[in-house]
Nanobody, 120 residues
Framework: QVQLVESGGGLVQAGGSLRVSCAASGNIFSINAMRWYRQAPGKEREFIAAITTGGSTNYADSVKGRFTISRDNAKNTVYLQMNSLIPEDTAVYYC??????????????WGQGTQVTVSS
């Protein structure tokens, strides 16, 4: 089994910055693309950013230029640096990853989420 654990959420004023992290652990051989999603109250979960094993990135238009995704393959960890935060960024942030286990099984995993609240 694989666990994804997010950390680093919290309360920040508009215009501020925050970095959230997601560490994967367990039966891991390798991790493919890692992604961040978020879900605001009353809204559907939406894609935010993705990063491949090689470091190629992709962002939702709503965060492009403000958020930066990165990863440390040695630590099986993905980060999301969030700058110029606005109240509309308030949501629970989830990480997601496709993981190959040591038995070569590929499965998709989600973290439990971390709350990010941006005050105006």
């Amino acid at each position: 089994q694989v666990q994804l654990v997010e950390s680093g959420g919290g309360l920040v004023q508009a215009g501020g910055s925050l970095r959230v992290s997601c560490a994967a652990s367990g039966n891991i051989f390798s991790i493919n693309a890692m992604r961040w999603y978020r879900q605001a109250p009353g809204k559907e979960r939406e894609f935010i950013a993705a990063i491949t094993t090689g470091g190629s990135t992709n962002y939702a238009d709503s965060v492009k230029g403000r958020f930066t995704i990165s990863r440390d393959n040695a630590k099986n960890t993905v980060y999301l640096q969030m700058n110029s935060l606005i109240p509309e960024d308030t949501a629970v942030y989830y990480c997601n990853a496709f993981v190959y286990s040591r038995s070569s099984t590929l499965a998709n995993y989600w973290g439990q989420g971390t709350q990010v609240t941006v005050s105006s």
